[in-house]
């Protein structure tokens, strides 16, 4: 009984590799939080990165419980959560673009709240791929044991890697020292945002 709830050292080797690389590589949560980093600092941003870290574990464990199948049941209602990922990913790219003026100046926007972050998840598709391959490549027996050792290792290597972007952007303040430098900066980051947009919009 135990084989089915304890994960080998080579397929946890392997799975580590793969929340590392998943976690570190550029996406909606990496280029957000870098974004916030910069307009923001990133004590204000504590928030939001713990709600991608917390809201994104969460997430495995759910889709490892059986949400998955669900989705494979009702396939309309993943077009649904398609579409819905598409229109709000617009529109936290016009938030990133239309975000907080340097030194002084009065904010125009504010920091992604925690549940903020953590509803997002589910209309991440990034999020959606790498949960959807953690369940099915390293939780193959789907046990209880075996999905919550997959959220949890998850997390403890999702924690550092996407706080390392958040530290990225606080240290980019020292470059957007003024308001066209800012605005150039936002403009960037809300494009790639909606770059990350692509493989979903040939998917649909």
Request: proline share 5%; hydrophobic share 60%; with cysteine.
């Amino acid at each position: 009984m135990a084989q089915h709830c304890v994960m080998s050292f080579d397929l946890l080797t392997a799975l580590i590799a793969f929340a590392f690389v998943t976690s570190i590589t550029p996406g909606p949560n990496n280029l957000m939080l870098m974004a916030s980093g910069a307009n923001f600092g990133f004590a204000r941003t504590i928030p939001h990165l713990l709600g991608v870290v917390i809201g994104f574990t969460l997430m495995i464990f759910l889709i490892g419980a059986g949400l998955a199948q669900l989705f494979e049941a009702y396939p309309v209602s993943y077009r649904v959560l398609k579409l819905v990922s598409i229109v709000y990913l617009f529109y936290l790219a016009w938030k990133i673009a239309t975000a907080s003026k340097p030194e002084g100046a009065e904010n125009k926007g504010t920091p992604i709240t925690f549940v903020q972050a953590v509803l997002f998840q589910w209309v991440n598709p990034k999020a959606w791929a790498m949960a959807l391959t953690a369940i099915t490549a390293y939780a193959p027996t789907q046990s209880v044991g075996a999905i919550v050792l997959v959220a949890i290792i998850f997390g403890l290597v999702n924690l550092p890697s996407v706080g390392s972007w958040t530290l990225l952007g606080q240290e980019m303040r020292r470059i957007l020292t003024n308001t066209l430098r800012l605005r150039v900066f936002n403009g960037v980051m809300a494009v790639l945002l909606i770059a990350s947009l692509v493989p979903v919009l040939f998917a649909i």
